[in-house]
Structure formats: structure tokens, C-alpha cells
């Protein structure tokens, strides 16, 4: 930690400074320059309440020089973390595909979709049973139901499932049927939310927030390392930005970004970011290129008649011409696919 | 609901869009341009799939003509919503202020926060027992022990208590102790918790996400209401820019805009909009001067010691002095403090 | 200037950085952490590049620790800059109103917006001969035929006269009608039309950019003084943002901000930030209750068949109501109006 | 032009609205519903002002159909538009590199960084000689003794050569030296330097300004064709958004997006964008996948002695390993290199 001293600071401000440091056990190391000095903090600062020197007479500012994420650093942990569910890894060499319809709509849809996807090459089939809607007057998702569709879905065609958990009432009941917990961009910064999947050994794959920063959607993932759940698959969605011709801001940047802090895996979902079926296949292979570990794809079998996200879902057919396409660009980063 | 059709759209196209709007049992008007076709839809909009037209053939766009929010509308309820707890009323001619500490840490600290809040005048005392942290290391809240120290708070000094409520499981205990409940901006979009809290019969007040738009806000209020609690205050706490200098920033435009949209009571943070002491006298004034209806500032006896939020915490003795100075801005715009 | 060492830093890497730092005749101050090494540097760094220090290895980041500008700051000039043009003061004890219409458009317009925001009370006369924008099919403005008019409203009404200039070619030309120079918020970082409107003896308007951060408009402040003028006077008119329902955010807290690092005159355009009149009264009220020392207003008598801006100008009977309104506000935060 | 009524609207309000566009020579078709009356307008819309529709009783928001860009827009204009310079085709099947120094410093430096990017096949060389910078202190580049070395280069090297313009004063200077103009992102709303780089018959690169949408990105193109000037080369530089660990974001959306709406050549500045060495590689690979036709890459054989933008410039060996790199990717999405 670094304390900035004020212009106006004077000789007693930063004795005040030092001593308060010093009473917490920790050591301070002086920089005086002409106009302002500045003040080294070296021990375990998490000891300090940052407030405490904030407020202090002719304390300017603090500077954090600490990643405030531990378990999730590539400091602490150099190597790639690879997550393997029922034998399908990621994170690791080959790029993962998750694909599926936005919503749990009726199993007829649902398996007509799972088949078609897994024979496109997709080794993980996504599919909401609660829906984090905007209105509470729309389609608010099947609930249980649902989940018994999508357990079968794993059954009968041995695709890994994964859905989406809004509730801290439903985690228990969503990781009984499911092989990975998704927690929504909505609920990035649902703390209990992130407890609660924190205690289930199942995988979770946690979108950002879309205002979030870098740091504190690791800080999310922190949230879920400490209590103990370490299978944390990081998917970016997009930001929030002026520009109203996109639903999201697809910031390609954040892809290695993370992986330069984080050994989690990380994964691009597209179809946020885009909001438009026509820039899926643009932002899946940028996304790879850019050294993402896989891809959630929305694909519906008639995106026309989807309960929602329809805009944005590929059809069974594009989805499996985007699979021939991305194979290429994989292969063009030393990625197999 | 308007349907814009794309300059490269032929005569089939829009036969196409009427018959799927007419076979829902709407009316379709159509203006035909030399260059694009406008079909306009009108009937229960709400019926049709924004996602069945957005992907025909010749479709450039939909462009909603009705706000998605009712309940919260001054549309349908054109006078000035007022919302009494015991004798305090928020969104009439006086302004209302909540002040407290940030997070409950005390009973002594507390009480003697309580005492000089309200002997400055607050009518509000607000105080969090469950704290939404960034970091899991960091200080997480006192719980029910904190909510009963509320109760007390209340008891003894006849201040109405409010507080904030995160998971869907603790809104009846936290209804049990307080008198008015908050929802927090990181869970605007918490949708399990909106419909928790609008089966309860206490107000709610409820914070902007910080990349929230109007709109959404609207919506997360709509939320509550469907469920029947009609007794929604929105705060405003400013919204995520690019600007580094502020925790947030604080558009006093969305105080006139959001009287102009709904009849609910607004108030403003200015504590965590500023995220600074040093501007919340500033910030304070302009809100009253903007219109808000009252607000919600964290006033703390000792900041440099408060577990969280201390920079951005007033003392007890600055509190007082804001009170003081506000009295006139209120006046300058006809409201009573 | 603090270098922040990375985790992987080793002591050659440390030693290095210090070689650089004592070569180019400064002094190193070092506070080692467990984790990190932190490198103060003292003496004149602007001799320094970062990019020499930001590439070496070992270093993660650079942090800055004195403010960029000089001139502009209130660092080095504590006390308020009051400008005054003709008898007309800017940044003292009295709010200052500059209104008029957003462009020239004839003679007799001009006259009759002019004679009535005089008779309301505004002090500078606003309105522009060159308009830029977005649309090249888009009016333009008069040029020099306006800047006469602009004149000839001075000497029969006695207003001061204020106009915007958008190229360098045109500032002597500009400065030869007009009392203050506008730069709009498009060319806040026109690098050469800032040193060219330095070069001018004249007052000079500077709008901060729609993305600009505080320190940037600080830092074109001092783009302008630092060729010899002084007498800027800063005007904010609100940022972009996400939110689609107004023009541009106006963040509030700008003013308190840009006050405490400036010594500078702050005044705020309430109707490029609101973008509707109807928004225009609640801005400027916030305005001067957050402490600006003028307001910036578009004011047409038939804004209706104004050129450009019609929606967000005031007729001159709704201005004259918003200058009664204010004097209330401007009192009570001690201001006379 | 859709003129959306509000809810208050009566039969009178809906009429005024009518004959004023009938007055105007256009047709107004009109949806009614429950609710709400939508006016169709039909005809030459340009004719009309909006702020004369926006303050008339009872309307509540006008909605614009067509693109305010003509000569830009793909609408007109269904195929690439490829330009040429000197044998160097950009917008073609092939991708077209641009690499070299931020500033120009000295012809030495000059000299060598061009010799080894034009070995490592980047087909143009960039660098300034009129260097925006944020500071007055900073470099502000050589001016014309930087244009003559650039001039030098191109007869030596018989690279194709373009640099920077911020001055409308210096355009036709510029153009004597160079083979393409380029326009800054702070530039890219300063109309009068757009419509100057308008009337040369030299390619103009433009850069988006970090908060400007694609649609004003497409009108600043505008401007530079209709003033005659058809070879606009639009190069995406990334957004400012709230993220702080980068330097822009790099939203990859914008290249399908651009594509999809105009003719014009799109390429990427990969530097400016990540501000980060580190980070050019992954973002370079991306813009290629998502569809861009070219680079235009910060490359400094000594980065550490870089005058400007150190940090984000590749030393030359590795921009000779981005372009090798690249080469698969470019064959991944059928493009030659």
C-alpha cells in the first residue's frame, strides 16, 4: 500500500501517518520529495482499514499495490488451470464448446437441439430453466421441470449440461440435476449467491457483470475459491458501453487480460455480447484468436418461435457451418478443436 | 410497436410481417416510403415475440412504443405517490432524510450515531447488519445480532429503521426488525429477491444498479410492485463512467427524468454517488435543488475507525451542519425540511 | 512518480530501475514488501519518459503522483481566478448567466432573443456563427456575416458577446467580433486550436469533451494558458454514458471537482447536458446549488423554428422565469444572482 | 421519420402534427392505438427540422428510419470499395499492413524501423510528425522536418507512407510529403479538418473517436466525402470505457458491424487500443478473424527510448513474429497476407 501525501501536508500530518502504521505492526518506507512525499506500507495491510489513513490531516490519496484476489491469481497458481467434467476438459489444449437454446422451452425442442449440437462437435449443452427477465411480465422459465429435461438431455445423449442458478434457495436443488452451475451477469455481484456455489463440487461457470471491471470479476471468483469451490470457468459477455448498435460492447482485450491474471479458464459467450445472430461468427472466431478456452453459444432449432433471446440464437444449420469455420482459426492459435 | 423494414425488402416481406401481426389478432398500419416501409402494430404488443419479427426476411428493426413499466408509471398514476412508516412520509412537500453508518459494527456506536442524527434531524435511521463486499476477506456484517440492535435503535429513539436485505432467505427475519427495506445496486437485477421483497407489506427503497439505465430501474421497481408491494422509494447512488476521479457519477439528470416517468418517491445517495466526504455537502445541494424528495447519507461518529466506507462518511458534527445549510436550498425550491 | 515492481522481480531487476532513476540525476527511495518492491522517485521527473521505465523488466506499473497541469491548478494558485470582461465578472461572488440562441440566424431574430435575456437578467450573450455538425448536410452557421451581427448586438445592447471558433484559421478573425472565444466540447483536444486561442488576448469558454476525464480538461485548460492566456473559464456540459434518455449525463459531482483541483471559473450548459428543455430548470437549479459560477443557456424566442437545438432551447418567457427561480437558489448557498 | 405521440395526446395535437407535415410537401401515415398514435412520415424527411416536431403538444419522441450516412453506407453502395495507392490495395482480398514508430525522432531511427517492418511485409509505413499529446510539456513532434524524412523514406524504401494532420492549416502541406492522410480520433469531429482532408486527392485514415458510436464514426466519413474525397480508410481504435487496465476497449463488435453497414475499408490499431505491448499479438489475431482488412501497428526498434507510446510499440523482432504469426489467421478466414 502507498500513501500519497498532500502538497499541504506537513512535517506532523506525516508523522501522524507513520505512527498509525506503525502501531498496526507494519513498517513505513519515506520517499520525500519536494512537493509531496510518499509513504511505502510493507506488512500484511489487509490488517488496515484503508478509511483509517483516507480521512487522515494531509493524506492526498491511497494507492493499493496488491492484487486484491489471491486464490484466483496466476501469482499464486502460474499454471493453467484445466476443469474436466465427465471427461470433457477446459482450459486445456483443445477449445470446448457449450451450446443450446437461451431457455428450457418444451423437451421436444430441447433434445432436437442437444442432438443436433452434439453432432456439430459441442461437448456441453446449456439451457436455462430460471430466466432472469427484465419484465416479470415475460416467460420467467420452467423451473424444476426443466431441470428433469435437461438431467434426461445428459442421459440419453451423454452431453454435459449446464444451467443457470438465480437463487440461493435453488442451489442445492439445480446441482442435483446438473453437471456445471452457470451464475448470470445479473448476479455477478450476488455475494450469498456466489457463497452458496461456493460450498457445491460441481463446476461453476460465472459471467461478468456487465459494468464489472477485470478486477472485480475476479474478485467474484474469489468469492466462490473461498468457500472451497475451486472449478471456476470464467465467461465474458460483454460490457455495457455508449454505443447503442450492439447489445454489448464485446471488449476482445479482456480475454488477455484475464488470462494474463487468472489460471482459470475462460470462455467468450457470444451471443450477449453481439445481441444479433448476424456477429456470431465474427465474435466466435476473434474470440478464439484471441486465446479464449471455448465458446457459449445460443442455437435454437427456430429461433423465430424461441421464448426469448431469439435475436440473437443461431440456427442448428449456422451452428454447425460456425463449427466447420472455427476449426481453422483454432488451428491458427495452436488449438485443436 | 413499430416494424422497420430494411431498404432491400421486397413486397413478400411486408406481406410476410402483416399476416404473422394480423394472425395474432392485431392491426397493422402501414407507411410506405421510397425507401423503407414502416409498419406500425396495434393491439396487446405484449401477445407478440419481439423475437418472431426481428428475424424475417427484410426486417431492419422493431422499435417499442410503450414503456415495458405500468405499475410505476405516472402514466397510470399521474399524482405524486407518498409513502408513510410510522408518521414519516417520503415523496410529499417535506423532504425526508435517512442518515446512519454504513454498516452496524456497535451497539454503542449506534445508539450514539442514532441520538445525533436525529437530534439534527433525520427521521430515518439507516444501518446495514448484512454488507455487500467486494472481497470475501472483508468484513461481511453483524447479521441478526445487528438487526436486533436496530430494533432497539427504534424502540428507544422512535427513529423508523431500515436496512438492507441481500439473500431471498433473510427478507422475512429482516422484515420481522425494521421498518422499511433496502435493496442494494449490485441487486437491482436480483430478480428472486425483487419478488421476495414484493411479497412483503414494509417499503422497500431501491438502489439504481450502477449501469443501470432509467428504464431498467423502472422495471426492477415493476418487479416489486407485481407482486403486489406498491410501496417502492427508488434511490438514485450515480452510475459507472469512465471518469476515475469519482467512485460513481451522480446525473442530476435522472432526478427530473425519473419524476418525469414515475409517480414513485426518489432519493439520492450522495455518499456512495461522491464516495467522498468532501463532496456530499455539494452533491446533497443539488439534489434537493434537482427535486429529490429526500435522502439517504452515511453519517458516522467516528469515520476513521468505521469498518467500511469511511471516506465517504460525514461526521456526526458535519452531518449537523448540513442539515442546517439544506433547510434554505429546500426552501429556494419550495419543499419543507 | 512510483515504480511498482512486479512479484517476479528479482534485485538485478530492482537494481536496474534504480540505475535509470540515479542517471538521470534523481533519487530512488525503495520500501520492500514480501510480495513487491515499490521504487519512489523524487526530483524533477517530467525529465523522465515512462515508456523507459514502464518496458524494463521486473516493473508491472507506473503511478503517477503529481497532477499534469500546472497553470490550471489550485495547487499552485489557491485562490479563485475572477475574469472580467467589461465590467462583467466571472467566478466571483455573483452567478453569471451567458444566454442566446445555439446559432445566428438573422438579424432580427438575434436582436429580439438578445434585448429579452438582457431584460431577464443574463450579462453574456451566446450564439454561434460557426455550428459544427454531425451532419455535413446540416446548416453550418453564418460565419463572418454572423460574427458582424454578434457585434452589432454588443454596441446597441451592451451585452457582452460570446461566440464559438472550431478553426484555427478563424480564431483572429473571431477574436476581432467577440469579447470571449468559445472552444465547443469537439475540439477540447483540437491541440492547435487551444494554442491558438492562447495566443489571443481574450477570455476563452473551454467545454469539456463528451468522454473527457476531469484531468484531461484540466490538462486542455493548460494547453490554452500555457501559451500566455489565462482567463479560461471552464464549462461543463455532462459526459456520455450509457443512458439513452437524455443527451449526455451531467454529473454533478464535475463541479465540487473541478473547484477543489482549479482555481479556474466553473460554469455549467445545462441545455447540451439535458438535451431537453424540460430538464433545463432542474439542471440549472443543481448547478449553482453544487457551487458553479454561471450557467451557459440556449434560449430562442420560437424554438420551434430554431435552426438547430430547438429542443433543448428555452423559449425567452421560460427563461425569464428560470432567472427568477435561481436567484432563490443562488442565496441560499450565498450566492447573489 | 416516425413521430411518436404521447399518451396525453388528443385528436388536435395528432392533426397540428399532420398539417405540418403535409405543409412540408410529405405524407403522414398514422397508426392508432389504444394507447398511443404513430405518425408515419413519408418523403424527402431532410427537408424538415426535428426540433420543430420534438416541442409540439403531445408529442412525445421522434424515431428516425433512415441512416443519416449516404455516400458511406453500403445501402448505396453494396460492394467492398477497394483504394489503391502505389500498387497497395486496401480493402482487397488481402490484408494490408501498416507499422511504424509513433513519432518521428530522428531519420536514423526512421531509416531502420522501416527497412525492418518493410522485410517483415507491412506494405505502409505510419508516423508522426505532428504528435497530439495530452500535455503542452510533451513532444510535439518535428513538423515539417519529420515530413521530409518521411518523404525520403519512401523514395528509398518505396514504401507507401502516411502520417498524421491535426491543423486545417497544414493539409495541403501534409499532402505534398505524403501518400495517405491520417485524422486522429480526437479529430475525428473536427468538421472543418474533415472537410479540408475532403477537397485532396490523397486516402485519408480515420480513426474513431474513443466515445463516438459507429454512427457518427460513418458521418465523420461523410464529411470527408462530400467534399469529393471517396478513399476514406476507417481504422477502429477502441472505445473509452470504465475499465482501468486497459487503455481502450477493444470492442470487436465494430468490424462486423462497420462491414455491415458501409463499403469502406476497415482496419484495426491494435496499439492504441490495448495500450500494451503484451497485448497486441491477441488483439491483432482477433481483428483479423472478425473481418478487418488491415493493421496499422505501433512497431520502434528501441521502445524504451521511444519518444512517445513505448509501452504500447512492439520492438521490431516481434512485429517480424506477428506477421508470421498472422499469416495462419488471415488463411483462416480465407484472406492472403
Do not use: W
Not at 11 to 18: G, S
Not at 140 to 147: C, R, S, Y
Not at 302 to 312: F, L, V
Amino acid at each position: 500500500m502507498i500513501i500519497v501525501m498532500g502538497k499541504e501536508a506537513d512535517a506532523n500530518n506525516v508523522k501522524a501517518v507513520i505512527e498509525k502504521i506503525k502501531s498496526a505492526g507494519l513498517k513505513a518506507f519515506i520517499s520525500e520529495g519536494e512537493f509531496v512525499t510518499i509513504i511505502g506500507v510493507v506488512g500484511d495491510v489487509t490488517k488496515l482499514k484503508k478509511g483509517e489513513f483516507e480521512r487522515m490531516d494531509g493524506v492526498d490519496r491511497i494507492v493499493a499495490v496488491m492484487k486484491p484476489y489471491k486464490q484466483a491469481s496466476r501469482d499464486f497458481h502460474p499454471k493453467n488451470s484445466v476443469i474436466e467434467v465427465d471427461g470433457v476438459k477446459i482450459g486445456g489444449e483443445k477449445i470446448t464448446i457449450a451450446a443450446g437454446p437461451c431457455a428450457i422451452e418444451s423437451e421436444e425442442f430441447l433434445f432436437s437441439i442437444a442432438e443436433s449440437v452434439k453432432k456439430s462437435g459441442a461437448e456441453i449443452f446449456r439451457a436455462s430453466a430460471y430466466k432472469p427477465r427484465s419484465s416479470p411480465y415475460d416467460f420467467q422459465g420452467m423451473g424444476e421441470k426443466g431441470l428433469k429435461m435437461l438431467k434426461k438431455v445428459k442421459e440419453e445423449t451423454g452431453l454435459v449440461v449446464e444451467t443457470e442458478v438465480m437463487d440461493t434457495r435453488n442451489v442445492e436443488l439445480v446441482a442435483k440435476y446438473v453437471d456445471i452451475l452457470r451464475v448470470g451477469a445479473r448476479n455477478m455481484q450476488n455475494f450469498d449467491l456466489l457463497k452458496e456455489v461456493g460450498k457445491v463440487s460441481k463446476p461453476v461457470i460465472l459471467k461478468n457483470g456487465i459494468s464489472a471491471t477485470i478486477s472485480e470479476f475476479l474478485m467474484a471468483a474469489e468469492y466462490i475459491m473461498s468457500e472451497g469451490n475451486h472449478e471456476v470457468i470464467l465467461c465474458y459477455r460483454g460490457i455495457r458501453t455508449h454505443e447503442p448498435a450492439v447489445r454489448n460492447s464485446m471488449d476482445i482485450l479482456a480475454i488477455p487480460l484475464l488470462k494474463a491474471n487468472t489460471h482459470l479458464p475462460v470462455i467468450v459467450d457470444p451471443s450477449h455480447a453481439a445481441g444479433n445472430f448476424r456477429f456470431i461468427e465474427a465474435t466466435s472466431r476473434a474470440a478464439i484468436a484471441a486465446g479464449a478456452d471455448g465458446l457459449l453459444v445460443e442455437v435454437h432449432c427456430n429461433p423465430e418461435k424461441a421464448m426469448c433471446d431469439g435475436k440473437q440464437s443461431l440456427t442448428t444449420q449456422k451452428f454447425d457451418s460456425l463449427m466447420k469455420n472455427l476449426k481453422a482459426v483454432a488451428a491458427a492459435v495452436d488449438r485443436k478443436m
